[in-house]
DNA sequence: TTCATTTTTTAACTTAAGTGAATGAACAAA
DNA sequence: TTTGTTCATTCACTTAAGTTAAAAAATGAA
């Protein structure tokens, strides 16, 4: 099981045997029931996680409305926030499906750290890159139509719709679900997909 | 000048003499006229930008057309992307007024982390910290209309309006300068503002 | 299976952004 | 000053999303 973990470590960095090991000892990783809200808004972040099977969506409420921030799955491995030594979650975290995650904690990072200087790097670059997805995100969607954004969504993340359901992935897209089952209606009608 | 610089750290964490006397020897501090384009899409990436005194904007450009994706001013002193060793520029950023930034460099960085561990923390501290907040303004961004955004852009950054061409201020809350004009006129006629 | 709940679709109507075109204002260069 | 350019506003028209409401379909639990 933790292979997902190395394999996701690995893509930025090698690890030694010696770091395998210490990663196993952890012992990080949970399984959790469909629905099950791992992470509530305003509770101090744990640390990040990483999805190894299933299906974890963040959203935030406002006027007692869901909004989907996020939808972290095998392909888009990673997730919500790490957050400074005691900031608080601004979204809330839940199970779209029985999930498999590791799931991270403080003390345990910082020791973690502190054995594993090189670690600090690997989280560097990992935010970084975050960050830098996150701005392109922003900057395709700002310059996208609603249904451009649901096309995009379709092509890179295919299947996401077929696990999620729909009125969340309307609000993910910044929509209200009536728009979205418009949206397709038309979409299917010119073939455009 | 470099006291802006040492302010900004400071905020994450206390410098030492000895630190600082690195920073002003690492000799970042630059001028650069209105217009000046710092960066290309596609440029190897330098490293950061502070802004010191000044505005800085970056862009992409999709069809022709300039698609405004950020202000950094001395209010919102940070800076695009950080950015892989070897990674490439997605956007542009140039110059709105006369501006002193510091700029980086790939070396440098590399020099100066190696002689001071403790800023690699400090970049992960700054990076973690980019990421929560570009979350947050892409889901707030996501859940308002365009008129609402303005309202916002008015109050978090009030001043920018006078710095910045309309027209850019309109690609940056994603809509056509017709539809901002039409906007401002509608809040000046309601009292919203 | 049945019943209740949630999710998705459809429809009529309202509202506001996009489009294309024209005008006026501000600004810089010759 | 004149000229050309960029920028902001306005207008008429088109398009699509929001809103409210209702019905149909899917889902889950008793």
Redesign the pocket.
């Known amino acids: 099981m933790e292979n997902y973990l190395f394999d996701f470590i690995e893509q930025y960095m090698p690890l030694t045997e010696e770091e395998k090991k210490a990663i196993v000892d952890l012992d990080i990783i949970r399984s959790f029931k469909k629905g099950t809200i791992l992470v509530k808004e305003g509770d101090i972040i744990k640390g990040g996680y990483l999805v190894i099977k299933g299906c974890l969506r963040s959203y935030c409420i406002v006027d007692g409305e869901e909004k989907t921030t996020g939808f972290y799955t095998e392909t888009v491995p990673i997730v919500p926030v790490f957050g400074a030594d005691d900031s608080r979650a601004a979204h809330f975290v839940s199970c779209v499906e029985d999930s498999i995650v590791t799931v991270g904690n403080p003390d345990m990072e910082k020791e973690t750290m502190e054995k594993f200087p090189r670690f600090e790097k690997l989280c560097l670059i990992i935010s970084e890159q975050l960050l830098e997805k996150n701005l392109a995100s922003f900057a395709d969607f700002k310059n996208s139509?609603?249904?451009q954004r649901y096309l995009d969504l379709l092509k890179n993340r295919p299947g996401l719709l077929q696990r999620?359901?729909?009125?969340?992935?309307?609000s993910y897209l910044?929509?209200?679900?009536?728009?979205?089952?418009?949206?397709?209606?038309?979409v299917a009608q010119n073939g455009t997909v």
């Open positions: 139509t609603p249904e999620v359901p729909q009125h969340q992935i309307a910044g929509i209200k679900p009536q728009s979205l089952s418009r949206i397709r209606k038309r």
